[in-house]
């Protein structure tokens, strides 16, 4: 039968890296031994500041932080960790020794989720962490699953929507200018008509695999919903955009889904800062590109 840490042991995720701060050398090496054998990764610091540069770092999952040390105890460190855009969400669990409820609830109130009692543990240290760790996942999960798509993975029109509104809102600050690119996949009605929407789900994967493939590291794309795609392009021009457009053209030339080509239909277009369009307008401008293209390539189709 499998005891208590074995128990333990078999809820930690693979790859975690805890961070462990205390200015006793002594207590960081018992941390570090007891949870190295537990099968973390650990990362240690000595001071406050120590435990800055943990953070600032990005490759902790979860901090174990001593209350009392001196210069910069842990509550005002914990405070000035809260304040940086990847400690506002990492799991701090305080060290202490202290008994004293007020103590305590000051560790909560500088944004603490939990603490630890010297003497160590192991038992409440393992199941302590592995809680939080969970609780951390599983926000993430949840935080992911309400930005993207379902079914392509990609960003969804909600997080579309939020991103051009920052885009918007920083071009009229700067000046500055960026593109929009609306796609819409053709013949989607007729694979699914014909072969099901299974193979209709087969034709956006390889369309959108294709824009995957194309675009910068600096570009977004989003699905706005049924066929239809947005791609966002940071600080781009029409060249960058053009080159893209034959980029996944090429891409997905002499792709079928049974006798269907693949192929797509775009739109664009473009902000400035000078602009007072909106999110929904400057949108609608690219559909409404997109939709006469798709409109010519239909009644060009039906010449003899």
Same mark, same amino acid.
């Given at each position: 039968?499998?005891? /208590?840490?074995?128990?333990?042991? *078999? &809820?930690?995720? #693979?790859?975690?890296? !805890? ?7 002594? $207590? ?104 939080? /760790?969970?609780?951390?996942?599983? *926000? &993430?999960?949840? #935080?992911?699953?309400? !930005? ?7 960003? $969804? ?148």
């Amino acid at each position: 039968m499998y005891d /208590i840490y074995q128990r333990i042991l *078999m &809820e930690i995720s #693979e790859n975690v890296i !805890v961070g462990v701060v205390d200015d006793s050398r002594v $207590n960081v090496r018992l941390l570090e031994v007891m949870l190295q054998k537990s099968g973390y990764t650990v990362k240690s610091a000595v001071d406050g500041t120590g435990a800055i540069e943990l953070v600032d770092s990005h490759e902790i999952d979860i901090l174990l932080l001593d209350i009392m040390m001196p210069v910069m105890d842990g509550i005002e460190t914990c405070r000035k960790i809260k304040t940086t855009n990847f400690g506002k969400n990492l799991p701090v669990i305080f060290i202490t020794a202290l008994t004293e409820t007020e103590e305590k609830l000051k560790a909560f109130e500088a944004g603490g989720v939990d603490y630890i009692t010297k003497p160590f543990v192991r038992e409440e240290v393992l199941a302590r962490i592995n809680v939080h /760790i969970k609780l951390k996942q599983a *926000m &993430e999960k949840l #935080e992911e699953i309400s !930005v993207t798509d379902e079914l392509t993975g990609v960003f $969804n029109r909600r997080f579309a929507y939020e991103m051009l509104y920052r885009m918007i809102e920083n071009s009229r600050r700067d000046l500055s200018e960026f593109l929009i690119c609306f796609i819409d996949v053709d013949n989607l009605k007729s694979v699914n008509d014909r072969f099901g929407h299974g193979e209709g789900d087969r034709l956006i994967g390889v369309v959108v695999n294709a824009v995957l493939a194309c675009i910068r590291k600096t570009d977004y794309i989003f699905r706005m919903g049924g066929d239809e795609f947005l791609v966002l392009l940071p600080g781009a021009s029409m060249v960058n955009v053009t080159e893209m457009i034959n980029r996944i053209t090429v891409n997905l030339k002499g792709n079928f889904i049974h006798d269907v080509p693949v192929s797509f239909s775009y739109g664009f277009a473009d902000y400035d800062g000078r602009m007072s369009l909106t999110v929904d307008e400057l949108i609608n401008i690219a559909d409404r590109e997109m939709y006469e293209q798709k409109l010519a390539k239909k009644k060009h189709r039906g010449k003899p």
